[in-house]
């Protein structure tokens, strides 16, 4: 059961860090088309995104590790 737990982790990390790099590409877009002005609160949420996607996938991905350690 604790392997599903850490699996998911590390999906939603993927997504997460994925989705934001696309939020971004979209902005980008906006911005050049002048619809809107990327601000520090599009910065701020971005980044944001990025750096909890990176943990929950680091968090996942070690303790897959760890188990797969110690199943052997």
Do not use: P, Q
């Amino acid at each position: 059961m604790e392997v599903w737990k850490y699996a998911a982790f590390t999906i939603i990390g993927c997504v997460l860090i994925s989705g934001s790099v696309m939020m971004g590409l979209v902005l980008r877009k906006l911005e050049a088309s002048m619809v809107h002005t990327i601000n520090s609160r599009d910065i701020i949420l971005l980044s944001t995104t990025v750096i909890a996607g990176l943990a929950m996938l680091i968090l996942g991905i070690r303790n897959l590790v760890r188990i797969r350690r110690n199943s052997t």
